[in-house]
């Protein structure tokens, strides 16, 4: 553990935490209004369903109040951000540094690049871009760079990409400038995923360092904003984490842009709101952050959960898990809601995105399970969670609930609507006295609707009140921005509902999902591939709209948005992906982001960097799952195989072959001639990698058959 001491005299964050009875009040007032909006439009919906469907009365009134309750919670929760804002209007801008900062006060600190099956070119042009930057803070004092140490902390099962990666990271590294250091280490075994990844990197080097900041093959971080959060964790002793909002950028697609433009302009009103009732009992997303090593060690030991996949064993989504060991463990979780130059990217297509959450869905209904096994463990007289974060645990949960909620209410409704639809439209409603059942019911779909549309007003108000809005392209494009946003929404929400609704309950019965690579490309989806994906989607809209009209067109008000949004799954999905689209609003001016407008210089350098050519025929852009070209260069190029064999004895990752299977390995190479190698299918030729004896016994025969020949 480092003994430097914490950093520099006033170094104390621009927004500092509400004290106790603040933030008392700000959860006080939170629960208060969503409780009281949440009870008094049950108690409107009761009143307009008829008497024949008393039947249903229970279910459906239970079901509209959880799910307004969960509207509830997000409105009130921007509310209370956008009063704050007003109130305190502070930006998230990327940080500027003390004029008497000097980076050599910065405690040491480790960045954790995990990547699995990545691109190793963008993954190190990433890198590479955040030590430019950090390089860039305080130049005239020698800069911040070699205060932060980085790690490319390798679980790919793709030989030939783990051979791009070594060769990735030996180009990166020739080019840095003398004391800058990025370390490379391959772990022979995919355990427990990316927070077994982690856990190696804490018990292996994590005595050398205070803190690490953790971020995902896709984050960027800005120089400026890694130093500030390094100092601010450093300033605050009982800070155990401190989570940085990432943005999304780089992308042009459709969906792209249209997440990107969301996240930048909704996000501030949300974060603060949130970080008003959260304080120090906040989150952590798994990404973009800086934790302190010691009591994570310490506390963030993954349990292993009873039973069997997917709701047992491994616990996938570990970063809410983390931070509640950390907040029992009495260590702060905070949110700066305040800083900017923290960035990712996201999915450019329809499919991905859904790819993307039914992955987040497996892990996010586990932590059901956690909540149940941490009552278990209170009742056996053992410590529990902090209320706040079995709250934030519940909201994972409902995240992906509240779609198959949804979809059994409008089924529901339907019913009912059917069952009692001529006492519906008569009036003749059970303790409605004085109500009119369909001005009732136009009233709370106007009042859901508010709820959902207003707080993007609200953004829009404040990025005016603040000046912000020419980086989002003017008042017009911004507002232009928020229509085009909202019609587009409604058109996704109800086939995610239908995604999130399939991955839910293929968890629930047992299905396990495969967590693999993410696409990080963009693609465009051919109308063909539309209709293959999404033609259930369109087939169920359809039915539920005929169905509605035959049967309860008193019912088409609730259900017409849900229908079209389904019917038209294919073509919406073509539009997400197209990137002349995307391309083509960014040119009218529509969904601009103040990082398209004026990039900051970590993403001006990535830019740059992924511009650049390879300069060498074989490197990264020539991986190949197929015909290994990687593996055949480590077997005939003595340098390369140097690189790797040291890589294997530096990380302790030389893992010998059973003599059986050495014995079969090299038959089949010898015997296949200077191409033997080419024979070995991927599993074997990654086991190969992993032994040092078996790899030079090969690459001595080949040097020998190539020499031959």
Known sequence: MSSHAPGPAGAVPPSPPLCPASRTAARTALALLTVAATAAAAWAFAGTLPDVSAWLRWPLVGLFAVLFGWIALSFWTATLGFVSVLLRPTPAVIPALPEDFDPLDLPPTAVLVPVYNEDPTRVCAGVRAMLDSLRAVCPEKGGAARRFDFFLLSDSTNPDVWLAEEQAWADLTDALPEGERVFYRHRPENTARKAGNVADFVERWGDHYEFMVTLDADSLMAGPTLVEMTRRIAADPSCGILQAPPSPVGRTSVLARWQQFAARLYSPVFLRGFSLWAGTDGNYWGHNAILRVEPFRACCDLPVLPGQAPLGGEIL????????????A????????DLGGSYEECPTTLLDWAKRDQRWCQGNLQHGRVL???????????????????LHLAMGVMGYCASPLWMAFLILTLTAAAVGGEQWAAGAVEGGAGFDPAVVGLGLFGLCMGMLILPKLYALFAAARSGQLDEFGGVLRATLGVVCETLLSALVAPIMMLFHSRFVLTTLAGRVVKWTAQSRGEQAVTWSDAVRAHWPAAAIGLLAGLAAGLAAPQSLLWLTPVALGLILAGPTAVLLASRDAGLCARRWGLWLTPEELDPPHVLRRHAELLATPPTAPDAASSVSADDGPLFGRVLRDPAFFALHSELLAAT????????????????AVVQGGPEGWARLTPADRRAVLGDRRTLAELHARTRMNVTAA
């Open 652 to 667: 302790d990752a030389d893992r010998p072959l059973p003599a059986d299977a050495r014995d079969r390995i090299e038959k």
């Open 372 to 390: 149940w096994e941490a009552r278990r463990r209170v009742r056996q007289g053992s410590g529990g969670l902090a209320a706040v974060s079995k």
């Open 317 to 328: 989504s570990h970063d809410f898990i983390e931070a509640a060991l950390m907040r029992r």
């Open 330 to 337: 009495g260590w702060g979780v905070r949110l700066a809601e």
